[in-house]
Nanobody, 117 residues
Framework: QVQLVESGGGLVQAGGSLRLSCAASKSIFSIYTLGWYRQAPGKQRELVAM???????NYAESVKGRFTISTDNAKNTVYLQMNSLKPEDTAVYYC???????????WGQGTQVTVSS
């Protein structure tokens, strides 16, 4: 079992930056795929960024060049640095960890990001 706790959301003006953090309850980075998803009101949850073992990262087209996913293995924490934020980035952001062995998914509780125009 893995617990994920997100922090760092909030209200920011368009063009601003936020950094989200997701702390895992144990060391998982070598055997889990880590990701950030978001869900806006009335929309489906979508993948924002993903980090795999070996440093491979993937991003949604809408955030490429603006968002960066990174990990701190010593702190069991994954980050999402969000720059040049737009109103359409407004959503609840969720941290995800998926076991590469069992394919089990774990989710954080979500953190609200609101970007004002």
């Amino acid at each position: 079992q893995v617990q994920l706790v997100e922090s760092g959301g909030g209200l920011v003006q368009a063009g601003g930056s936020l950094r989200l953090s997701c702390a895992a309850s144990k060391s998982i980075f070598s055997i889990y795929t880590l990701g950030w998803y978001r869900q806006a009101p009335g929309k489906q949850r979508e993948l924002v960024a993903m980090s795999r073992s070996g440093g491979v990262t993937n991003y949604a087209e809408s955030v490429k060049g603006r968002f960066t996913i990174s990990t701190d293995n010593a702190k069991n924490t994954v980050y999402l640095q969000m720059n040049s934020l737009k109103p359409e980035d407004t959503a609840v952001y969720y941290c995800n960890a998926r076991s590469m062995i069992t394919n089990t998914n774990y989710w954080g509780q979500g953190t609200q990001v609101t970007v004002s125009s």
